[in-house]
Every structure is written in structure tokens, then in C-alpha cells.
């Protein structure tokens, strides 16, 4: 489904779904070998998410195999970007040419605040404040980042912690992050990054426009 209140930038597909019974295909099955039963079945639902997702961009990728990459990322085909979040409830996954996006991350938590212990953890002072002008709980800074990492890893193959980006949200629904690393493949102006909550679930997503690669180095 498309999210209409979490306009998505043009040519990605979104889909979610509350957890559903799916199988894990062969090539899949590797990443849950050693898994306990619940976790087993979110990825098979989460998969199976995806595919749907796939489904929009390709009719013949609606059932095919996403194994996990070494990394642990997923596995998408030749000239997609993409992923997948899950938590209590909900699953959602987003893909899209190469073509048209670049980079691709998407986050979804629950509608709850960060515990205490963790929110300097993963906030500073200045941040705090942006999301509270926003109109946003702490959550949605942890979820924005969330959403940057999974963009941003694929691209570069370089870890992020949660105090290497600084995020600043607006009460429209945007916001932006500044990256305090340099790479190659990652543009300075940084990802367009959007949120929204409703009264279970915060959903975030980011993402570099293909239109972008003329300012910087295209390849992985």
C-alpha cells in the first residue's frame, strides 16, 4: 500500500502489512537457520512483504527469492535498491530502480517514547529540541537514523553510529540529516528524509535521488 500521509519520493514502491504466515524460500532459508520459531516466521513474513514491493517494479519479481547478504543486508535484483524494517505489528519494505533512487533505507518502530537510558544515547541536546518543534517524539529521531543507516551501508560499507548523523525534523513531515563522515559515494547535501506517526507506528524513509549521481561518484 501506499502511505498518504508519508508522501514517497517518485518510482519507489512501499508496501506493509501486519504480520502474516508466509514461507522462507530456499536461498533465504540460511539466515534463520539457527533462528527460534518467532523470529523464522518475521522473516518470512517480512519477505514476503517484500516481494509484494518487488511486484510493483516487476510483475515477475513477485515471487522471487531475497536472500541475505553477507553484511546482512538484503539481496535485491540487479538494479534495486531497497528495505525492510519490522516491529510489533507491522512490516514494511520499499524498493526502486537504480534508475531514479540511488540509496534507500526505511525504518518502522512503535508510537512510543525511547526509554530514558537510551535517549542520550542516541539524541543530542539540539536534537531533542528539533523534534520537540516538530511535534515529534524522541522515537522518530532514533527512526530517522535508522532509516539513513540502511541507505547509507550498502553505499559505502562504512558503520554509522547513532552520533556520527544529526538529525533536524520539521513539523511538515521532513527532515534533515548531516553526516559528520565523508565518502566518495555519498553526496555532502546528504539524503531527503521524511516521517510521520499515527496512533501505533512511526514510519521513516530515506533516500538519495538518482538525479543526484551527477555530483558525485556513482559507483558502490
Known sequence: MSLTHLPLPE????EETAPIRAAVHPTEAPAVARAVPSRRAEFASARACARKALRRLRT??????????DDGAPDWPDGVVGAISHCDGLHAAAVAFTETTVALGLDVE????????V???VL????RRSLLAAGAIDTVGFSL???L???????TGVWLDFTDAEVEAFPDGTAHMRVRRSHPHW?????????????????????????MTSHWTSGP
Do not use: Q
Open 60 to 69: 515477475e519479481w513477485g515471487s522471487i527469492e531475497i536472500p541475505r547478504r
Open 124 to 127: 543530542n541536546d539540539a536534537e
Open 11 to 14: 518510482g519507489v514502491s512501499w
Open 187 to 211: 553526496p555532502h547535501d546528504g539524503a531527503r528524509l521524511r516521517w510521520h506517526v499515527d496512533h501505533r507506528h512511526i514510519r521513516t524513509i530515506a533516500w538519495l535521488p538518482g538525479t
Open 119 to 121: 535517549t542520550g544515547l
Open 149 to 155: 543507516f540502511k541507505a547509507w551501508w550498502p553505499r
Open 110 to 117: 512503535p508510537a512510543l517514547a525511547l526509554p530514558t537510558s
Open 145 to 147: 537514523k535508522e532509516a
